[in-house]
């Protein structure tokens, strides 16, 4: 009789057991798997603010990683575009979070809000572009590299089918020019509404200038353009030499 009985409980046991190792497993490999979210952040100044001025902000943006939880990666620049497409903008903040929920406690931080009173007297215009780290390729090490930030607003009545055809083409260069140090892309989920109508974000980073070089007048990177200038509304390009 007994052995009737703890039979089936054991097997009980077992399912609960095994159920819980593959929820774990699964919850695991979720956590190590998730993209990043990335936090692009557009600051254009007013012409009377000071290099003194200046020099406070960022030094108040600098120091927010380490007053608010789930930010993992911070780094910061001054424009150094050869394109002259940066539409006046002169600086570029990339907050990376943890997650959604870390952004959900950056924005309405009492320091990120202490921050924001610091840098309106002297802002002309800002743009905010976030986007979950999609086809990720590349180091993962930044530091002092040449970040190159394109931002896309497409026409009215894009089809899905051409985005896609240009998602794909942007996602293959770095397989034609090995001057692509890391490359990455996602489209904006922001939810402050300050993207300005751009809805895509491409982030390529070259080792240095000279990867710049060769990949603005390559074959490859023509071909994508002579895809994606038709179907283009605005298009916003900014490079700068990754600092924390």
Same mark, same amino acid.
């Given at each position: 009789?007994?052995?009737?009985?703890?039979?089936?409980?054991?097997r009980?046991?077992?399912?609960? !057991?095994?159920?819980?190792m593959? !929820?774990?497993?699964?919850?695991?490999? =979720?956590?190590?798997?998730?993209?990043?979210?990335?936090? /692009? @952040?557009?600051?254009?100044?007013?012409n *009377?603010?000071?290099?003194?001025?200046?020099?406070?902000?960022?030094?108040?943006?600098?120091?927010?990683?380490?007053?608010?939880?789930?930010? !993992?990666? %911070?780094?910061?620049?001054? =424009?150094?575009?050869?394109?002259?497409?940066?539409?006046?903008?002169?600086?570029?903040f990339?907050?990376?979070?943890?997650?959604?929920a870390?952004?959900? @406690?950056?924005?309405?931080?009492?320091?990120?809000?202490? %921050?924001v009173?610091?840098?309106?007297?002297?802002? *002309?215009?800002?743009?905010?572009?976030d986007?979950?780290?999609? =086809?990720?390729?590349?180091?993962?090490?930044?530091? *002092?590299?040449?970040?190159?930030?394109?931002?896309?607003?497409?026409?009215?009545?894009?089809?899905?089918?051409?985005?896609?055809?240009?998602?794909t083409k942007?996602?293959?260069?770095?397989?034609?020019i090995?001057?692509?140090a890391?490359?990455?892309?996602?489209t904006?989920?922001?939810?402050?509404?300050?993207?300005?109508?751009?809805?895509?974000?491409?982030? @390529?980073?070259?080792?240095d =200038?000279?990867?710049?070089? @060769?990949? +603005?007048?390559?074959?490859?990177?023509?071909?994508?353009?002579? +895809?994606?200038?038709?179907? /283009?509304?605005?298009v916003?390009v900014?490079? %700068?030499?990754?600092?924390?």
């Amino acid at each position: 009789m007994k052995r009737s009985i703890l039979t089936p409980i054991s097997r009980i046991l077992a399912l609960i !057991t095994l159920t819980f190792m593959t !929820t774990s497993c699964s919850t695991h490999t =979720d956590q190590e798997t998730a993209p990043p979210l990335r936090h /692009v @952040v557009l600051f254009k100044f007013k012409n *009377d603010t000071s290099p003194v001025q200046i020099k406070v902000i960022e030094e108040a943006f600098r120091l927010l990683p380490a007053k608010i939880p789930g930010i !993992t990666q %911070f780094e910061w620049g001054t =424009d150094v575009s050869i394109e002259g497409k940066a539409q006046g903008f002169t600086h570029c903040f990339l907050v990376t979070f943890q997650d959604e929920a870390a952004r959900e @406690v950056y924005l309405p931080h009492p320091d990120h809000k202490a %921050f924001v009173e610091i840098l309106k007297p002297s802002l *002309d215009k800002v743009t905010v572009v976030d986007f979950f780290a999609t =086809d990720f390729q590349g180091t993962s090490n930044v530091d *002092d590299k040449l970040r190159h930030v394109v931002l896309f607003q497409f026409k009215e009545g894009t089809s899905f089918e051409t985005l896609r055809a240009i998602e794909t083409k942007f996602t293959s260069l770095p397989g034609d020019i090995t001057e692509i140090a890391a490359y990455e892309w996602g489209t904006n989920n922001s939810p402050e509404g300050l993207a300005d109508g751009f809805t895509h974000c491409f982030l @390529v980073t070259f080792n240095d =200038d000279a990867g710049r070089e @060769v990949y +603005l007048p390559h074959p490859s990177h023509k071909e994508f353009g002579s +895809l994606v200038r038709p179907n /283009v509304e605005k298009v916003l390009v900014f490079d %700068f030499v990754s600092s924390e």
